[in-house]
């Protein structure tokens, strides 16, 4: 099964169905369709970074509901680079603020795991969300919404994303992802720049599968203080997953 045909039996393209986002959307005036990963999502990728919640960038090729065909949406996130790219331009030109900072940064910390190789932005890891709907700012729901508006999508694509990515090693991006998975009993107690395992069970094409893999707790890129971890700890990290210089 190739990624395209994986994100289009998920519907997420489709998916509208928790109120508190639908009323939010409603409100804020957004109607970006929901996020899957972004990059080049593959089976057995070496990284996942997952934040709390996609923000709306504003410019015009944005994958809007009712505007767009599943062709466009897919290509437009798994071609991120492009993406970028045209957005960034769009942006500048709109004098929209863009967050090309932010994905710097997750290209850097990729940088410290995924050592010893040519790192191909957007291609050697994948970002994704703890919750996959847009909006721009986390006091826009509050922490019994966040929590369940992430157990709706864990329950119906989260979980299954990971299953068929079967990432070598995930670093969830601030507090928010952690609060969220920990939540769903996904993880156990992690302090800041320390690791251990997360346990997902599901059913994806037909089989059962458990994955136990490798989770880092990060810093937000937005942190005011010191946003990397110590070098020695990105060395553990990727000793602890077997990662060996980019290979499993």
Request: proline share 5%; aromatic share 12%.
């Amino acid at each position: 099964m190739t990624p395209k045909e994986f994100i289009q039996r998920q519907n997420i393209f489709s998916c509208n169905v928790c109120p508190d986002i639908i009323q939010l959307q409603d409100k804020e005036d957004i109607n970006v369709l929901p996020l899957f990963w972004q990059g080049k999502g593959v089976e057995n990728i070496p990284l996942v970074i997952m934040g709390g919640n996609p923000s709306v960038v504003g410019t015009p090729n944005e994958p809007k509901r009712g505007e767009c065909d599943f062709d466009y949406y897919f290509d437009y996130y798994q071609n991120r680079t492009e993406s970028e790219r045209i957005n960034k331009i769009q942006a500048r030109d709109l004098g929209i603020g863009y967050p090309v900072n932010y994905w710097t940064k997750c290209y850097k910390v990729a940088k410290k795991l995924i050592t010893d190789m040519e790192l191909q932005r957007w291609e050697d890891y994948v970002l994704m969300e703890a919750i996959h709907c847009f909006y721009n700012k986390e006091s826009y729901l509050n922490s019994v919404q966040r929590a369940a508006v992430a157990r709706t999508c864990c329950n119906k694509h989260t979980r299954k994303m990971l299953l068929f990515l079967k990432p070598k090693m995930i670093v969830l991006l601030g507090d928010t992802p952690y609060e969220l998975l920990n939540q769903l009993g996904c993880l156990g107690e992690l302090n800041v720049c320390k690791f251990g395992r997360m346990k997902i069970e599901g059913e994806i094409d037909g089989e059962n599968n458990t994955l136990h893999i490798p989770v880092l707790r990060h810093r937000h890129p937005n942190f005011r203080g010191r946003f990397y971890c110590d070098d020695k700890v990105y060395e553990e990290f990727r000793k602890f997953a077997g990662f060996n210089g980019g290979q499993p």
